[in-house]
T-cell receptor, first 112, second 114 residues
Framework: KQEVTQIPAALSVPEGENLVLNCSFT??????LQWFRQDPGKGLTSLLL?????REQTSGRLNASLDKSSGRSTLYIAASQPGDSATYLC???????????FGQGTILTVHP | DVKVTQSSRYLVKRTGEKVFLECVQD?????MFWYRQDPGLGLRLIYF???????EKGDIPEGYSVSREKKERFSLILESASTNQTSMYLC?????????????FGSGTRLTVV
């Protein structure tokens, strides 16, 4: 059974810092790895999707990497801003019908 | 990208009521999913559908049913709402085919059963 772990559980940083959120998964036979952002009381917003054949994806200040062999993914946020404050979820995609396994999330607070 | 609309952001219902949660997509994707999210338990799959009138149980289907009469609409039904069904409900769409896919989620429905 796939398990997804996110470290740290919470992170508080001053504005402007570069930061790394970590995700590990136990079963390397994944189809993809997707990072989401969730604001309090809201739905999940997709940030980056990495297919199993890819090593990384970039969007603006965000970069996500995937290393299937070691069972790890990282989300890198450059020059953090208070608007980046949210919960970040790492999600692995399994079988072709779309079985997802969710990490517990990292709660990020960026203070001015 | 597909737009996923959940008709209600907040709902308050009484114990024993029949509750309908609606999810609508603006494209033609086959796979639609209902999750609930609870503190400390994360997101758990309730039901999913891979085509019209087709449905499969997820990890926690008890107390729920679903309906998919049209491709764009997937409804979650609480036959007799109970307080332990107070939760955030999230609808999701699978985009793509085979192993090359991603998910788009709706904005969620916060249901409170009193």
């Amino acid at each position: 059974k796939q398990e997804v772990t996110q470290i740290p559980a919470a992170l508080s940083v001053p504005e402007g810092e570069n930061l790394v959120l970590n995700c590990s998964f136990t079963d390397s036979a994944i189809y993809n790895l997707q990072w989401f952002r969730q604001d309090p009381g809201k739905g999940l917003t997709s940030l980056l999707l990495i297919q199993s054949s890819q090593r990384e994806q970039t969007s603006g200040r965000l970069n996500a990497s995937l290393d299937k062999s070691s069972g790890r993914s990282t989300l890198y946020i450059a020059a953090s801003q208070p608007g980046d404050s949210a919960t970040y979820l790492c999600v692995s995609g399994g079988t072709s019908y779309g079985k997802l396994t969710f990490g517990q999330g990292t709660i990020l607070t960026v203070h001015p | 990208d597909v737009k996923v609309t959940q008709s209600s952001r907040y709902l308050v219902k009484r114990t024993g009521e029949k509750v309908f949660l609606e999810c609508v997509q603006d494209m033609d994707h086959e796979n639609m999913f209902w999750y609930r999210q609870d503190p400390g338990l994360g997101l758990r799959l309730i039901y999913f559908s891979y085509d019209v009138k087709m449905k499969e149980k997820g990890d926690i289907p008890e107390g729920y049913s679903v309906s998919r009469e049209k491709k764009e609409r997937f409804s979650l039904i609480l036959e007799s709402a109970s307080t332990n069904q107070t939760s955030m409900y999230l609808c999701a769409i699978k985009q793509g085919s085979g192993g090359d896919y991603g998910y788009t989620f709706g904005s969620g429905t916060r249901l409170t059963v009193v």
